[in-house]
């Protein structure tokens, strides 16, 4: 079985992040992002569950994940996955949409899945751009029109305001996690904040949310830690700051999640154009 390889840089002009991973067999768990995903299969066949959706997904198919959808994939083939992925921050999609739209909002795309898409060759050539370290403004064009085709195409065009809020009860609960998440959090804590049973609480906040509530909270963690990372802080005293018992289990979660160990997730923002990660 050849060498897998994971290879992932940050375009500081886009200010988006570029993965590559070839000859990955990882199953990721059931998890979210706090920011948009635009991805394509390259090689490999994968199951992916997404908002209580199954896809079996191959070579040529694009996936597009909206901030907080939850998901979880893994190979079935029993051969290796080929993937790339841009992942695009909140703030830079509604600045994106500003530029195209001439509104301030966050579009929610419809469908997670697209089977055989055409939209994978311009995700590749961006995809290559990033990669390259290519500074010429096509790039920003190509961006640009590609998240042109998806509003139009894909997207319910609902701005964020109109979009129905989760019950207020499980709301509380995602502030509460969000506010609180570097401190030890019991499930009695949140059944008294909510004043609702511990089971009812479970159930109720896995169905609206597609998560449950230390998935979320453990998510929660991952995505304030790699801030902490993107700062030059030691993974130690990242693990310490975002509530994880112990460096260990950090670094074994966030690469569940993230696919990258914290230190290779920190060389991102060395300043060079791509970084060639070596494996652990």
Same mark, same amino acid.
């Given at each position: 079985?050849?060498?897998?390889?994971?290879?992932?840089?940050?375009?500081?002009?886009?200010?988006?992040?570029?993965?590559?991973?070839?000859?990955?067999?990882?199953?990721?768990? *059931?998890?979210?992002?706090?920011?948009?995903? &635009?991805?394509?299969?390259?090689?490999?066949?994968?199951?992916?569950?997404?908002?209580? =959706?199954?896809?079996?997904?191959?070579?040529?198919?694009?996936?597009?994940?909206?901030?907080?959808?939850?998901?979880?994939?893994?190979?079935?083939?029993?051969?290796?996955?080929?993937?790339?992925?841009?992942?695009?921050?909140?703030? +830079?999609?509604? =600045?994106?949409?500003?530029?195209?739209?001439?509104?301030?909002?966050?579009?929610?795309?419809?469908?997670?899945?697209?089977?055989?898409?055409?939209?994978?060759?311009?995700?590749?050539?961006?995809?290559?751009?990033?990669?390259?370290?290519?500074?010429?403004?096509?790039?920003?064009?190509?961006? &640009?029109?590609?998240?042109? =085709?998806? +509003? =139009?195409?894909?997207?319910?065009?609902?701005?964020?305001?109109?979009?129905?809020?989760?019950?207020?009860?499980?709301?509380?609960?995602?502030?509460?996690?969000?506010?609180?998440?570097?401190?030890?959090?019991?499930?009695?804590?949140?059944?008294?904040?909510?004043?609702?049973?511990?089971?009812? &609480?479970?159930?109720?906040?896995?169905?609206?949310?597609?998560?449950?509530?230390?998935?979320?909270?453990?998510?929660?963690?991952?995505?304030?830690?790699?801030?902490?990372?993107?700062?030059? +802080?030691?993974?130690?005293?990242?693990?310490?700051?975002?509530?994880?018992?112990?460096?260990?289990?950090?670094? *074994?979660?966030?690469?569940?999640?993230?696919?990258?160990?914290?230190?290779?997730?920190?060389?991102?923002?060395?300043?060079?154009?791509?970084?060639? &990660?070596?494996?652990?």
């Amino acid at each position: 079985m050849a060498k897998e390889v994971r290879t992932v840089c940050f375009d500081k002009k886009l200010k988006i992040e570029a993965y590559c991973f070839k000859g990955v067999m990882q199953k990721f768990p *059931n998890h979210f992002h706090d920011y948009y995903v &635009l991805g394509f299969i390259e090689k490999g066949k994968r199951f992916l569950l997404c908002k209580n =959706q199954e896809y079996i997904i191959n070579a040529g198919d694009v996936i597009m994940f909206n901030p907080r959808d939850a998901h979880t994939c893994e190979q079935v083939d029993g051969k290796t996955l080929d993937y790339r992925s841009l992942n695009i921050p909140e703030s +830079i999609m509604r =600045q994106a949409v500003r530029e195209i739209t001439g509104r301030e909002y966050l579009p929610r795309f419809t469908q997670t899945v697209l089977y055989r898409s055409e939209l994978a060759t311009s995700l590749r050539e961006l995809h290559l751009m990033i990669s390259e370290g290519d500074i010429d403004f096509k790039k920003e064009e190509l961006f &640009l029109f590609l998240i042109e =085709q998806l +509003i =139009q195409e894909y997207s319910d065009a609902v701005p964020e305001h109109c979009i129905q809020e989760p019950a207020s009860e499980m709301r509380m609960i995602c502030d509460y996690l969000e506010s609180n998440y570097a401190n030890t959090i019991t499930l009695d804590q949140l059944s008294d904040l909510t004043k609702v049973s511990k089971y009812h &609480l479970l159930r109720s906040f896995t169905k609206q949310k597609g998560i449950s509530p230390y998935s979320y909270l453990e998510t929660i963690r991952i995505g304030n830690a790699k801030k902490l990372l993107e700062q030059g +802080i030691p993974p130690m005293e990242v693990a310490f700051q975002t509530g994880f018992s112990d460096q260990s289990h950090f670094s *074994n979660f966030f690469k569940k999640l993230i696919g990258l160990t914290p230190k290779q997730y920190m060389k991102i923002f060395e300043p060079i154009t791509e970084s060639h &990660l070596p494996d652990g």
